[in-house]
């Protein structure tokens, strides 16, 4: 079974433009995280998206966006590009089963590192 | 949410059992604990989980305090390849919303 993909794999973008990032889930999986990862804060959740839906989000400012596609794709946004945007982002998909107590693993994408200058 | 610290760096000597604390003192009932690593470059891998009873797969063992305040994973044979940062998470009530914050950095050393 293939694993998660994230395209592209290296962005550089300059401030004030917007990025679309992708991922591409594991066959089956309907869940779809993405988190971003710094070097002072390690990994942050920014949101889940499950059914096209999104069913929880971090604590990250609106330029901050995603959508999830009816084959579970997803794609992250980012607009308004500041500095400190620079990070790995990590896409995650998991089987997504509804239900409380219920944690699904999670599988990760090797992510996408964007630079902003 | 149940807040997991851990030690920001450990080393541990090749061929020797490699043991990574984590505290989860605010765990509820019925959340699990569970450990993910990423070697550098890559994203996390997922581990081992447990609720109560100690666990063992192919790849580590979880070793989780009767209180459930805390655990210990350990890697019996620590190899370089298990070089990696360790993260101990708890899933809020079981859902997809985690941070994994900045886990335990491992090295190890020949």
């Known amino acids: 079974k293939a694993g998660v993909t994230q395209t592209p794999r290296y962005l550089i973008k300059t401030r004030g433009q917007q990025v679309t990032l992708s991922c591409s889930p594991i066959?089956?999986?309907?869940?779809v995280s993405w988190y971003q990862q710094t070097p002072g804060q390690g990994l942050q959740f920014l949101f889940e998206?499950?059914?096209?839906?999104?069913?929880n989000k971090g604590n990250f400012p609106g330029r901050f966006s995603g959508r999830q596609f009816s084959n579970s794709r997803s794609e992250m946004n980012v607009s308004t590009l500041e500095l400190g945007d620079s990070a790995l982002y990590l896409c995650?998909?998991?089987?997504?089963?509804?239900?409380?107590?219920?944690?699904?693993?999670?599988?990760f994408g090797p992510g996408t590192r964007l630079t902003v200058l | 949410d149940a807040k997991t610290t851990q030690p920001p760096s450990m080393d541990c000597a090749e061929g020797r059992a490699a043991n990574l604390p984590c505290n989860h003192s605010?765990?509820?009932?019925?959340?699990?604990v569970y450990w993910y690593r990423q070697i550098h470059s890559q994203g996390p891998q997922y581990i081992i989980h447990?609720?109560?009873n100690n666990e063992t797969n192919e790849m580590a063992s979880l070793i989780i305090t009767e209180d459930r305040k805390s655990s210990t994973l350990i890697l019996p044979h620590a190899t370089l390849r298990d070089t990696a940062v360790y993260y101990c998470?708890?899933?809020?009530?079981?859902?997809?919303?985690?941070?994994f914050g900045t886990g335990t950095k491992l090295q190890v050393i020949p």
């Open positions: 995650a998909s998991s089987l997504g089963i509804n239900r409380a107590f219920t944690y699904n693993e999670q599988f």
């Open positions: 066959s089956g999986h309907r869940s």
């Open positions: 998206y499950f059914s096209e839906t999104q069913r």
């Open positions: 605010t765990i509820s009932g019925n959340e699990y």
């Open positions: 447990g609720l109560k």
């Open positions: 998470i708890v899933p809020p009530g079981g859902y997809q919303k985690v941070t």
